[in-house]
């Protein structure tokens, strides 16, 4: 058996200097006027009566941070999940392999991995009042189809892969990946970037590392605080920041990362255009981006959910070197 | 400056045989007959058409374990929360300092802290025929005087706290623990019971360790498998098991604890009433149970959130050197 697969098996010990978790953001929202509910506590039970007024908090959200020892990384590394999911997306791959969360934390990065405003360990809110939309959840189809793991629409009914995919889409693996799914809520865009903003001015300067729907959290955070950002690694961000502000990007070097079977998806020919044409905008005021399409460099077979693909440690590799060649890393 | 002062500012660092997360339990649910619903992404702008039929996949729960090394834990510690939480319970406490998931881990126990059915990293389900009620969420002042850290109904605005009380009820302190509430589904017992079990059958004969709701799902869960319960720590346990049912619990040793200020509250005084005749029936059936009242022990001003309070550690001490003695951890 080869040294590589003999690490896989039993990974090594790891040390923390220390770990805890901690909640940022929020506001406080009185509601009233609202009637009295009837609320059912148990099924077959009384209605219990629920005076809904009152003074709540919400909007904030949830960080995890592990420090290893040695230390390594420049600046903490931030890692926040795309739409539907929550900070789970950079744990235990869904075949159980380690994570990027642990990837970076072996190479001496203290990483910081959270869940957004209204998705998992941030709670959500009961007032509609203040999030005004609805929340969505995904059926069982809908990623494989749509996170280029199958082979377009009806692929999940005929179990159909596209050719050489690397998404542990065996049926344990991907049912592991469902559970990860959480409602979407529509409408909290604005409430999920000022709770991002509070983390950073918790953690300080970081790097801070984005999945999809947050490549637009990632891109305007930096531009609202780029004093706070050192570094921002977008892995098939879904969004772009603010058109209008590229300029405050100047001094943020950015690395924007896609999968494989863009070219034949209905969709991100579109979204990496439009991620592109940002690009070149922010370089176009003096910013620094790379673009970097993985099967260009060879790599292969990447769904939109590279940090859990089978050759996730491949990708992780990459973006390290990226960051190390900007001095980020000693 | 004391010893112990000192090593609270600077701990040492832990060694991390393995650490990871996962998901358990769930199941398929088809959704059919919906009308297609208009949903709006952005607000201003154009609704978007959703068909919210298909299959989904709901009532899973989420888990995040650590394995110390040394190992000195005979069996995982599972920590299972209460209604209206989730894991972060066992986390950091609001004040910064090491919860119980960091007591535990550093006394060699592999611990496993997870989200329950509809809270947190489990996701929740927007499936009503499924979940049948509603969510609740609590106001700020709603804890404060209901988890015995206020005196009573009223306090929280006129900032009156219980005599001596243990809970870091500064401001910032206890605005960081109304952070962690998440709203609370009232009618999805029957499928969290299903999926502790589920992560039960995953971890193997463990010792449960629960907080106020879950102590229903920790007796309830020891009840039906009492092969995989190697203990059962009850924190203010808010409900009881299975009456009929007693005497599956011969051979499961049983702690419970509960804090300060019961006699005088409006709801404990009965609620542990209704745990001290339980735990009479268990030890009837062939049972031990220990009920420990933590100021009879000299140890007051102790809220509902035990393992928050300022003498979190030493309860954690005393729950340690019970499972010690019972053969638990070498």
Redo the contacts between chains.
Sequence with gaps: MAAGAVKAQA?E????????????G?R?VVVSGQPV?E?????GGVPAR?DPN????MG?M?A?YFVP?PLRGSAPLLMWHGGGL???TW??TPD?R??WQ?YFLRRGWHVVVS?AVER??A?????PEQT??????L????PFERFRIGNGQGSYQRGDLLPGNQFPADRESY??F??????RF??T?ALTLESYIALLERTGPSVVMVHSQAGQFGWRAAQARPDLVRALVLIEPAAVGDPARVEALRNVPVLMVYGDYIAQDARWPTIRGNGVRFAEAVRAAGGSVDVVDLPERGIRGNSHMIMMDRNSDEVAKLVQDWLAARGLWR
Tied chains: 1, 2.
Aim: no cysteine; net charge negative.
């Design positions: 990974p010990p790891l040390t923390l200097e220390r770990f805890g978790s901690f909640h940022v929020g406080e509910r609320v059912l506590f148990t099924p629920v009152g003074t709540y908090l904030s949830y995890q020892r929550t900070g789970v744990e235990t159980g380690e994570g642990h869940d998992g360990r709670g959500w809110s009961q007032i005004g939309g609805q929340a969505l959840t059926t069982v189809d809908n049912m592991n469902m559970r990860q799914v959480v409602p529509t409408t865009d």
